[in-house]
């Protein structure tokens, strides 16, 4: 994992004062990193039946597929407000400054489809605890949510009660 790291570029200061941003845009443009995370996140799954990857708006979409192609499951995305064209589901959910919006097409998952939601970062769990109450309202199964980084000083697992959380890299500051 440490290899890992050091493809991850540090940001200080960024988007504001006293954010440290993991960039991961580092190690996506390596090829022997992208195929390891890639690689080290499938590993985890293997062996389990995976209906659905989906897919969290935008940096979800890039592991998102790359997880379904290999584990053999289909890729939903799960958008940003107005940005699917069929009709949608969506859930309403707080930001630290204010709310936000997920949709997803309503036909997206079928009941009972097992679903494995994916994103880059898990940080205070929001976003990622919207997209499972969607696939929930769907009558999908949550089977897990994987993400490439996590910061767990955020504690964002603690709004994923009952989900397998599985992060590949674990910040603690």
């Known amino acids: 994992m440490d290899d890992l790291k050091k ?6 200061d960024y988007p504001k004062p006293g954010i440290l941003f993991y960039d991961i845009t580092t ?7 992208f195929h390891s995370l890639v690689d080290q996140l499938c590993e985890h ?4 039946k995976v209906d659905l990857i989906a897919g969290i708006e935008a940096r979800g979409f890039i592991f998102a ?4 192609y290999r584990l053999g499951a289909g890729f939903v995305p799960v958008r940003k407000p107005k940005k699917l064209p069929a009709k949608c589901v969506s859930v ?5 400054y204010g709310t936000d919006q997920l949709d997803i097409h309503e036909d997206a998952v079928k009941p009972g489809q097992r679903v494995l939601i994916c994103d880059d970062l898990l940080a205070t769990g929001g976003t990622a605890a919207a997209a499972v109450k969607l696939i929930r309202q769907l ?13 767990n000083f955020l504690n964002g697992r603690a709004k994923l009660p009952g989900v397998d959380v599985f992060s590949l890299l674990k910040y603690d500051k």
């Open 7 to 12: 493809l991850i570029r540090e940001i200080p």
């Open 139 to 151: 009558g999908g199964e949550v089977i897990g949510a994987a993400f490439a980084v996590e910061l």
């Open 92 to 96: 309403t959910y707080q930001l630290e």
């Open 27 to 33: 190690l996506l443009k390596d090829p022997k990193g």
């Open 45 to 48: 799954y293997n062996g389990q």
């Open 65 to 68: 597929p790359a997880l379904a």
